[in-house]
């Protein structure tokens, strides 16, 4: 998956995540209520532009945290650029052998 196909998931998952809310009858300002954040907010989402905070927000609102779950591990390893080392955290280090 390269960096053009980004704009594409996102567009799909806002449109899944508009699909569900219809389903659930609920409105953009009941749902962004709900998920605490504005009614704009949760319209760039559901177009495909949203920050990862609304995104996780409005998952959980929905009950549908395991989508995130699923994102991170299909995707992330492909949205990473070539070359790039994910940083995981500084590794301790090893215990000191020296002798005092």
């Given at each position: 998956m390269g960096q053009e196909a980004i704009p594409a998931l996102a567009r799909q998952l806002g449109h899944d995540l508009r699909t569900?809310?219809?389903s659930r009858n609920l409105t953009q300002s009941v749902l962004a209520l709900q998920a605490g954040v504005s009614v704009r907010s949760?319209?760039?989402?559901?177009?495909g532009s949203a920050t990862l905070r609304t995104l996780v927000r409005?998952?959980?609102?929905?009950?549908?945290?395991?989508?995130?779950?699923?994102?991170?591990?299909?995707?992330?390893?492909?949205?990473?650029?070539?070359?790039v080392r994910v940083y995981t955290g500084r590794q301790r280090a090893g215990p000191c052998n020296r002798r005092r």
């Open positions: 569900l809310r219809l949760l319209k760039n989402l559901e177009h409005v998952a959980h609102a929905l009950g549908r945290d395991e989508w995130l779950a699923t994102a991170a591990v299909k995707f992330a390893p492909a949205l990473t650029p070539p070359g």
